[in-house]
């Protein structure tokens, strides 16, 4: 299964930060000041510059924030669809 991870953030280099000394990822591309991907991981993490308080997309599944400088969310229903039987 391939998962495609974006993380709302509304501080870059403090989020990029915080992966990097958490999770161990590393900066890879750098998306002007929209996003920034994280390498390191099984699949990139896109960080994206987002105002505090934006809405979750209609397509996502659960949210949560993490230590206060992002929120990630994962599709349930792309999941489901991805598995085999």
Not at 28 to 57: C, D, I, N, Q
Not at 70 to 80: K, V
């Amino acid at each position: 299964m391939d998962l495609l991870v974006n993380i709302d953030v509304d501080d870059m280099s403090k989020a990029a930060a915080f992966y990097q000394q958490a999770a161990g990822l590393c900066v890879g591309r750098r998306f002007g000041s929209l996003g920034m991907e994280m390498l390191g991981a099984s699949s990139a993490v896109y960080l994206l510059a987002k105002p505090p308080g934006t809405a979750p997309s209609s397509r996502t599944g659960t949210c949560v924030v993490i230590n206060g400088i992002g929120r990630q969310c994962i599709s349930t229903s792309s999941l489901r669809k991805s598995r085999t039987p």
